[in-house]
């Protein structure tokens, strides 16, 4: 019984992680949700060869640059709240902010966001609050997501290999 459970959750390998991925970014659920648990299962799962790190960066990726956009797309179409948190925003000494919102900087302000775990499910919702270029957030998010992702599966692979000579 347990073993065809488990068989079950590794033909659902991708879609676990792609889920996971997403809840670990959404803001309703990433201040909930711890990051080095979905890593430590991500690894799990990838030792026991349920899935590829090619597999892993693509679905990890997927999730994670959706629940992004989903934060901004909320922050964007939060109406008249929207309106007023742009203006918060860009009120008095934080009108200094203005370049990375607007400008060719939003990459590092997705960056550091993406960075710091207590912003990373907060930026987005932001960003959109501010009305931040979508094109520009969306491009900038695939692009920077995609890097993040790549970067903590090179950790997981790295720790692998170093657990490996170890034993």
């Given at each position: 019984m347990i073993e065809s459970w488990v068989n079950g959750l590794i033909v659902a390998a991708p879609l676990?992680?792609?889920?996971?991925?997403?809840?670990?970014?959404f803001m309703f659920t990433g201040y909930f949700l711890y990051g080095f648990a979905m890593l430590s299962?991500?690894?799990?799962?990838?030792?026991?060869g349920a899935i590829t790190a090619p597999?892993?960066?693509?679905v990890g990726w997927l999730g994670t640059a959706a629940a992004s956009i989903t934060n901004?797309?909320?922050?964007?179409?939060?109406g008249a709240a929207a309106k007023r948190q742009q203006e918060k925003i860009l009120a008095g000494r934080?009108?200094?902010l203005q370049p990375y919102l607007y400008g060719g900087r939003m990459w590092l302000v997705i960056l550091v966001g993406r960075s710091i775990t207590f912003t990373r499910p907060a930026?987005?919702?932001?960003?959109?609050?501010?009305?931040?270029?979508?094109?520009?957030?969306i491009i900038f998010e695939l692009i920077i997501s995609l890097l993040w992702v790549t970067f903590w599966i090179f950790i997981i692979l790295l720790g692998e290999s170093l657990l490996t000579r170890l034993l």
């Open positions: 676990i992680i792609l889920v996971a991925a997403y809840l670990d970014t299962a991500v690894s799990m799962l990838h030792l026991s597999e892993i960066i693509i901004y797309t909320i922050g964007y179409l939060g934080l009108k200094r930026y987005g919702f932001l960003l959109g609050a501010a009305h931040a270029a979508p094109a520009r957030f």
